[in-house]
T-cell receptor
Framework: AQSVTQLGSHVSVSEGALVLLRCNYSSSVPPYLFWYVQYPNQGLQLLLKYTTGATLVKGINGFEAEFKKSETSFHLTKPSAHMSDAAEYFCAVSDRGIQKLVFGTGTRLLVSP | DAGVTQSPTHLIKTRGQQVTLRCSPKSGHDTVSWYQQALGQGPQFIFQYYEEEERQRGNFPDRFSGHQFPNYSSELNVNALLLGDSALYLC?????????????FGEGSRLTVL
C-alpha cells in the first residue's frame, strides 16, 4: 500500500530564509507525486507535480521539488521565504492512472519577519 | 472558467442526523472524488465517481454514500452522523482521460456534528 511521511508537523523560518519541507513515500510502482498548499479555511491548491521526465520540478510561487527514486523522497524547497508562504503543505502520491491521492499528514510552515 | 464548487460551505448537525453535500466539477471534468479532512490531518479518500458509478472506495463505512448525476455533479451523503464525522469534506474533480493524476479541489464543506 502506498504511504507518505512528512517529517515535521511544523517548520519555522524567517522571511528570506530557505524553505525545506520533507516528504518520503512508499510505493510498489513508480508513482506520481504532488505537493499541495492549503491556506486557512480554504481547499487545496496544486503547487507542483512529478509524473515523468525531469526529476527537478518547478511549481508556482517559486517552489520546486526533486524526485529522488533511490531515496524515495520528494522534498519541497524555496530559496527565499515570503510571509505569504505561511500555510499548510501536503505531499501526496498516487499510482499512475488511478487518480486517487494518498496524502501525508501535512507540514505547517510558519514565516516570521 | 469556474473551478470546483461545493455547497454548503458550513453546516451544523446533531448526532444521528443525515447530511447531503454537493459538488460541481470543473468544466470539462467527468470524474469526482470525495475526501474527508479531519482537523490537523491530511485528506482521506472516501470514494470516486465516474459515469454515475462508484469507481473506487476508501476505508469508510456504508453510512457514507454518494451519487453522480448525468451532468457530472455529485453528492455525498452521510447517515447516522457521529461526532467523529466532524471534518472538512473536499470534493475534487479530474478527467478520466487525463494522464497526470492531477486533481482540482473545491474549498470544501465544513461539517460540525454536535
Amino acid at each position: 500500500a502506498q504511504s507518505v511521511t512528512q517529517l515535521g508537523s511544523h517548520v519555522s523560518v524567517s522571511e528570506g530564509a530557505l524553505v525545506l519541507l520533507r516528504c518520503n513515500y512508499s510505493s510498489s510502482v513508480p508513482p506520481y507525486l504532488f505537493w499541495y498548499v492549503q491556506y486557512p479555511n480554504q481547499g487545496l491548491q496544486l503547487l507542483l507535480k512529478y509524473t515523468t521526465g525531469a526529476t527537478l520540478v518547478k511549481g508556482i510561487n517559486g517552489f520546486e521539488a526533486e524526485f529522488k527514486k533511490s531515496e524515495t523522497s520528494f522534498h519541497l524547497t524555496k530559496p527565499s521565504a515570503h510571509m505569504s508562504d505561511a500555510a499548510e503543505y501536503f505531499c501526496a502520491v498516487s499510482d499512475r492512472g488511478i487518480q486517487k491521492l494518498v496524502f501525508g499528514t501535512g507540514t505547517r510552515l510558519l514565516v516570521s519577519p | 472558467d469556474a473551478g470546483v464548487t461545493q455547497s454548503p460551505t458550513h453546516l451544523i448537525k446533531t448526532r444521528g442526523q443525515q447530511v447531503t453535500l454537493r459538488c460541481s466539477p470543473k468544466s470539462g471534468h467527468d470524474t469526482v472524488s470525495w475526501y474527508q479532512q479531519a482537523l490537523g490531518q491530511g485528506p482521506q479518500f472516501i470514494f470516486q465517481y465516474y459515469e454515475e458509478e462508484e469507481r473506487q472506495r476508501g476505508n469508510f463505512p456504508d453510512r457514507f454514500s454518494g451519487h453522480q448525476f448525468p451532468n457530472y455533479s455529485s453528492e455525498l451523503n452521510v447517515n447516522a452522523l457521529l461526532l467523529g464525522d466532524s471534518a472538512l469534506y473536499l470534493c475534487a474533480s479530474s478527467s478520466i482521460g487525463g494522464n497526470t493524476g492531477e486533481l482540482f479541489f473545491g474549498e470544501g464543506s465544513r461539517l460540525t456534528v454536535l
